[in-house]
């Protein structure tokens, strides 16, 4: 799907509890594949897309900002409407630069699916986009009274902005259960970390950080309703050593960031490793 800063494609595992006859799946994950495939082309271009575009998306799907990715993979799949409709979940990995550093991450992000003439086709839907500091739905309109009583600053320079939404974010509680997990260097292992979301509203989680040899993570949700939990599985085998030629040996100490939007909260969790 495309998306501002966090579009990302996924590993193709079907929730089920209702099975997808195979053939409608088979399709769906074709489609899926040939629309983010044009994603990891340096010469991606709009048109290559607009195929695999439902047509009352066709004119978002042009406006919408779009980036490359080095790779994506499926997550779940969740059928609806008899198997017409799906939410697939895309992992995409992406190199970013933060704080002068290159950093590989990969972020997952819900993509919709409906069959339109007989082809499985992407769609926005209008509820998608965050209308509210924590995507809520349209508020109702103020009354007269209410906006009257609106503060208005007088200081709108970007510091006083940065400033004043920063202690917003410092009333949104949530976070996570631990800051640090340690797994012994030559025994195979597992940890889990616990993200609370104290906020009303629904915010989206990734992990990133370096890869590192034998280790894989995830999450059991992306998306988190307000006040609820996700789980985040750290699961480390040394004898693996499938992955990324350039991971990181499982030595010392390593740091994940647990990153909550749209806020773009970031909460460190350090994976120690320890020979013994």
Not at 26 to 31: K, M, T, W, Y
Not at 103 to 111: K, L
Not at 127 to 156: I, N, S
């Amino acid at each position: 799907m495309i998306s501002r800063s966090s579009l990302l494609f996924l590993p193709l595992l079907l929730s089920a509890q209702e099975q997808a006859p195979p053939d409608v799946d088979q399709e769906l994950r074709a489609r899926v594949t040939a629309f983010y495939q044009n994603f990891l082309e340096t010469s991606f271009t709009p048109r290559k897309g607009e195929p695999f575009v439902a047509e009352d998306t066709k004119d978002y799907y042009y406006n919408a900002a779009k980036e490359t990715y080095i790779s994506y993979r499926f997550g779940t799949i969740t059928y609806s409407d008899n198997f017409t409709k799906a939410l697939v979940v895309v992992i995409g990995k992406q190199e970013r630069h933060m704080a002068g550093q290159s950093m590989i991450t990969e972020f997952p992000q819900d993509t919709r699916w409906k069959v339109e003439n007989g082809k499985w086709c992407w769609y926005h839907h209008a509820e998608d986009e965050c209308l509210t500091p924590m995507c809520g739905k349209t508020p109702p309109p103020a009354t007269a009274e209410e906006r009257a009583a609106v503060f208005k600053p007088k200081d709108t320079s970007p510091a006083a902005v940065r400033s004043a939404g920063l202690a917003v974010l410092r009333d949104q509680a949530m976070g996570v259960d631990k800051a640090t997990v340690t797994m012994s260097a030559d025994q195979p292992g597992s940890a889990q970390v616990v993200f609370t979301n104290g906020a009303d509203g629904e915010v989206v989680i990734g992990v990133d950080g370096p890869p590192v040899k034998g280790l894989k993570r995830s999450f059991d949700r992306t998306v988190v309703p307000g006040h609820g939990k996700a789980v985040l599985s750290l699961e480390f085998d040394p004898s693996d050593q499938s992955g990324d030629k350039d991971a990181w040996d499982p030595k010392g100490s390593i740091q994940l960031r647990v990153v909550a939007d749209p806020f773009n909260r970031i909460f460190p969790v350090t994976v120690q490793f320890v020979a013994k």
